[in-house]
């Protein structure tokens, strides 16, 4: 399974979530619902996955968590909060950038529609 096709799977499952509970929760429920249910879907689905770095030849094991990676090949950052920004998109391409993904989603759960709430993010320097 192509990551297009893992990201089809993502966002009907974060529309159903949506729709079934609606925004208002936080940030660490919709990522164990969400997680459930992809896995029942068959997915392998990891949950705050620490990514090392490296910076000026000196690893660090814990540059960052992941809130979700599903078939170690899509990065999942969940938000719950009023408006995703610029920032958080250039932080889950960063993301993708050091754990070497070529596709991520921002998911905010707080919006009151759904596709309102969906980003997808392309890292282009990935193979």
Do not use: W
């Amino acid at each position: 399974m192509n990551e297009n096709e893992i990201g089809k799977i993502i966002i009907n499952t974060a529309f159903n979530i949506h729709r079934d509970i609606g925004p208002g929760l936080l940030e660490t429920v919709y990522e164990v619902i969400l997680a459930s249910e992809l896995h029942q879907q068959g997915l392998q689905v990891d949950r705050q996955v620490p990514i090392a770095i490296e910076y000026r030849g000196v690893c660090f094991d814990e540059g960052f968590r992941a809130d979700l990676i599903v078939e170690n090949k899509v990065i999942i950052e969940l938000k719950c909060i009023e408006n995703l920004n610029n920032a958080h998109k250039k932080q889950l391409l960063t993301y993708l950038r050091m754990a070497d993904k070529k596709l991520g989603y921002l998911l905010n759960f707080s919006e009151a529609l759904m596709k309102s709430g969906i980003v997808r993010v392309v890292n282009h320097l990935a193979e």
